[in-house]
């Protein structure tokens, strides 16, 4: 998501650094502390969920943006990045559950879970807005 | 829809990039607006339209 220099851009800047550092920082941590320590129920759980904040703390950086930001033209091209992320990430999701259902995939997500997909989604997304604004620019 | 924000700007010898000033939206915004890639919302139109003292019918156009 790239509009230069609006302050909604600014402050997504700002809280996506903070929440990417919290969120490599703790899957670091936990992922020490799993193989070293294991803690025991219930602290478990409370701990295996600690590294997923920061995930929804940048979904929600994402949402605050489409508020936020007061260029209408550059809101629908965020808002259409999110729904091309959105789709791109049911799409996968669906494919490989319906894989793993018949057994054609082993089963487990190996560390690729919904989060990725959709950030993969945005940066798709981001691309196709990139060529549409290239494409507008070469126009008369 | 079609809109003659071009003509208007030029009319006046304006960039772009005075209109967006003018407007408070970004360039890219009257861009996409001129080249008939983005529709502005009904608040936008009408500060368009007071910002070329024109009804909006007379700018913007039916296809």
Redesign the interface.
Known sequence: MAQPHSPAIRRYTRRLTAFMAAYVALILAMGWLFRHAPPPAPWNAALAILPALPILGVIWTVMRLLVEETDEFWRMLFIRQTLIATGFCLTVMTIWEFLQNYDVVPQGQHGFGTAFFWFMGLGLGAIWNGIDLRRQRSEP | MNNCLRILRAERGWSQQDLAERLE??R??V???E?G??D??LP?AFRIADLFAQPIEAIFLRD
């Open positions: 939206v970004s890219q915004s861009n996409a607006i080249t890639k983005y502005p919302s936008l």
